[in-house]
């Protein structure tokens, strides 16, 4: 008996033939991927039905043997949803799991599905249909989200709050318009996703390990059965590509980056400082020690998480920076980023679109805000130039009234016609008109502003491209 016969019963049932040696007990557990990857079962199951049809149709298979793996695998998806299925470390995979099973419940036919593939290719497919399914749900979620934000931004299309520059009281702004600003957002991030789902849709099903195969597979039929767009056109670049998965983190990334942004206005807002909108108890937590404290910790999670899902860029980036062609193992550390970021998302735009039908705004304290902040001194200058003066000059005009009004304590619409013509003869009382937020907001009547007609409209616009 030779030493490889010997120990052949303890090495690897799927590749153990040349190995004389079993698997160290710590490797076969660093090596193992079983423990994250079993979630792609139902995509490896889908893409090896779809496989041992095409086999069938190319001959490498018979009726029976096709019919016999697809009910072998039926049942091992079965078993899988009810957790019924006993995973195995030392079959390190999701791959190798189910085809192990497969073999067990169908006997040699079990071992003919491996024809013509690789688990290079098989895995390169699987986060691929795993990853398309994904995009869809998280589309959803943002679709979701984005009908939130136009019932809130309808519901305060007339809602006047102070826009900010540097944080500094600017202008006033429709809180129907600020709410849309984040409606655009999202608009861009959808495409972006959707667009990252088209390169995504190429199968890479056939490269096998890295060369193809040498049987007459069709590879067209499989891409059909699986509802891809296209097929890898370069096996060495088929198994081992994952820019479309890094394009899906980069899109998660700036969803997140958006998100962030609107959570930390929310978090602003919700201060006792701001005081500009209340969230629901539902979505607070209270502080074990503080009493009075009602903390927005949702929009806080959700801002701590957009830092979750950069990381996961970066190590994506950085698994496949200067990985040689074709399969490295490394790549199967493309999984947990992957998968992570995925369920992150998920879970922040859920959230989000269940929240923010739930915020309220305290509209009279928007308002009292956007009084102190001289917020319609553009407004003035604009008025000066409709009388004829240059914007530059205007603009050292209304200076000087705004410092007026600092030291006498009064907004621009609390001075005196007297007052004002101090500053510049030509104010009239037609200057109290636009100095008013309702004046100042209603003036910026263009597309694009806003204005509540324009803010109206856009709202109306953007509910009918919302599919
Ligand atoms: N578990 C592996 C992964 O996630 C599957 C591919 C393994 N291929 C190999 N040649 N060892 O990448």
């Given amino acids: 008996m030779t030493n490889s016969t010997q120990n052949s019963s303890q090495t690897n049932q799927s590749w153990g033939g040349r190995f004389s040696e079993p698997t160290d007990e710590f490797v076969k557990i660093f090596g193992a991927s079983v ?65 192990s099973r497969l073999t067990q419940l169908i006997g040699n036919a079990g071992k003919k599905l491996h024809t013509g593939r690789s688990r290079n290719d098989q895995v390169a497919t699987d986060i691929r249909l795993y990853l398309r399914a994904q995009l869809d749900d998280l589309l959803t979620e943002i679709n979701r989200l984005q009908t939130a934000l136009l019932d809130l931004a ?49 199968m890479p099903l056939g490269s096998a390990a890295l060369a193809g195969t040498t049987y007459p597979i069709n590879r067209k039929r499989t891409a059909e059965l699986l509802g891809f767009e296209r097929i890898c056109l370069n096996s ?40 500009f909108i209340e969230l629901p108890d539902s979505f607070c937590t209270g502080s074990s020690i503080m009493p009075q404290k009602k903390n927005p910790d949702v929009p806080e999670l959700v801002r701590g998480k957009t830092g979750r899902v950069y990381g996961n860029l970066t190590s994506m980036l950085t698994i496949m920076k200067s990985q040689p062609l074709a399969y490295n193992k490394d790549n199967q550390e493309d999984k947990e980023p992957l998968f992570d970021t995925v369920d992150t998302l998920k879970a922040c735009l859920r959230v989000f679109a269940d ?63 007297e007052e004002l013509k101090v500053f ?37 616009e953007a509910r009918k491209n919302l599919s």
């Fill in 35 to 99: 423990f994250f990857d079993k979630i792609l079962a139902p995509y490896d199951i889908q893409g090896s039905k779809a496989h041992a049809i095409m086999l069938q149709e190319v001959g490498l298979l018979t009726k029976v043997e096709k019919d016999q793996i697809i009910e072998g695998l039926d049942q091992i998806l079965a078993e899988i949803k009810s957790n019924t299925f006993e995973w195995s470390v030392t079959l390190e995979d999701v791959h190798m799991n189910i085809e």
């Fill in 154 to 202: 309808e519901q305060e299309v007339s809602t006047i709050l102070p826009g900010f520059t540097h944080l500094q009281a600017a202008q006033p702004v429709s809180f129907g318009h600020h709410m849309m600003a984040y409606f655009e957002m999202l608009t861009r991030d959808a495409e972006r996703l959707v667009d990252c789902r088209k390169r995504m849709n190429s």
């Fill in 236 to 275: 060495l670049d088929g198994v081992s590509d994952r820019d479309f998965a890094i394009e899906f983190l980069s899109a998660s990334s700036m969803i997140m980056m958006h998100l962030s942004r609107f959570s930390e206005e929310l978090i602003l807002w919700s201060s006792a400082q701001f005081n």
């Fill in 424 to 460: 510049d003869e030509r104010i009239d009382n037609d200057v109290f008109d636009i100095l008013s937020l309702e004046g100042s907001l209603c003036a910026r009547d263009h597309l694009g502003a806003t204005s509540p007609s324009q803010v109206k409209s856009a709202i109306k």
């Fill in 355 to 417: 929240m923010v039908p739930t915020i309220q705004a305290n509209r009279d304290i928007m308002y009292n805000s956007c009084k102190k902040g001289y917020t319609t001194a553009t407004d003035l200058a604009d008025y000066l130039v409709n009388k004829g003066l240059a914007f530059r000059d205007a603009h050292e005009v209304v200076g000087k009234s705004v410092s007026y009004g600092i030291e006498h304590q009064k907004d621009l619409s609390e001075l005196t016609l």
